[in-house]
């Protein structure tokens, strides 16, 4: 099956610095990929679509300014969460449609303190 | 938009008795229904999907129905084992792979040995 890899794993960073995360297709060609947020207990929550080489399209409530997206590649997608604040902690995960259904990145855990 | 409730929110069985957690869904254009299973700190994966051109899939020990007419949907894993226990969670698409999916809010699942 796909391959997607997704990095980092955990970071940990200062309140008000900004924090990129890369998501991977290693074998397949994406021109949609998708970022979702996962709170603890909780459920995965669809953040944004990215779309190689023209604009993500946000979800309803998510502030785009703050969760930069950009997917310059096939095969790359990064969501940058910019001034971070601990409210912005969470597991972050990406996945890529592929054809039979999704592959989801191994996930990333942002601690912001 | 497209709404997913998912329910029991936790669900402890005995090992080798069957699990069953059901889903409903608002969107009447949604025709792909997979489901997933994420363990702890782990990335989802796929266990199981259904179109909406089908009312049953089975495979080995993990079953789904689907019911169009009442938007409802249902996981039934029988003769459970400890190996079963993790979150899982059931989501609706309009296109399999290439459209978003709204996930449910999961259901923590234990199977006691």
């Known amino acids: 099956g796909a391959v997607v890899s997704q990095h980092p794993s955990r970071v940990i960073c200062k309140s008000g610095t900004s924090v990129k995360i890369e998501c991977r297709s290693l074998d397949f060609q994406a021109t949609t990929m998708f970022w979702y947020r996962q709170f603890p207990k909780q459920s995965l929550m669809l953040m944004a679509t990215?779309?190689?080489?023209?604009?993500?399209?946000?979800e309803q409530g998510v502030e785009k300014d703050k969760f930069l997206i950009n997917h310059a590649s096939l095969t790359l997608s990064t969501l940058t969460v910019t001034s971070a604040h601990p409210e912005d902690s969470s597991f972050y995960i990406c996945?890529?449609?592929?054809?039979?259904?999704?592959?989801f990145g191994s996930g990333t855990r942002l601690t912001v303190v | 938009g497209e709404n997913v409730e998912q329910h029991p929110s936790t669900l402890s069985v005995q090992e080798g008795d069957s699990a069953v957690i059901k889903c409903t869904y608002s969107d009447s254009a949604s025709n792909y229904f997979p489901w997933y299973k994420q363990e702890l700190g782990k990335r989802p994966q796929l266990i199981i999907d259904?179109?909406?051109?089908?009312g049953e899939k089975k495979d080995q020990r993990i079953a789904v129905t689907l019911n169009k007419t009442a938007k409802h949907f249902s996981l039934h894993i029988t003769e459970t084992q400890p190996e079963d226990s993790a979150v899982y969670f059931c989501?609706?698409?309009?296109?399999?792979?290439?459209?978003?999916?709204?996930f449910g809010t999961g259901t923590r699942l234990k199977v006691l040995a």
């Open positions: 996945s890529v449609p592929t054809g039979g259904g999704y592959t």
């Open positions: 989501a609706a698409s309009q296109t399999s792979g290439t459209y978003k999916y709204i």
């Open positions: 259904i179109r909406s051109n089908v």
């Open positions: 990215s779309n190689e080489g023209s604009k993500a399209t946000y």
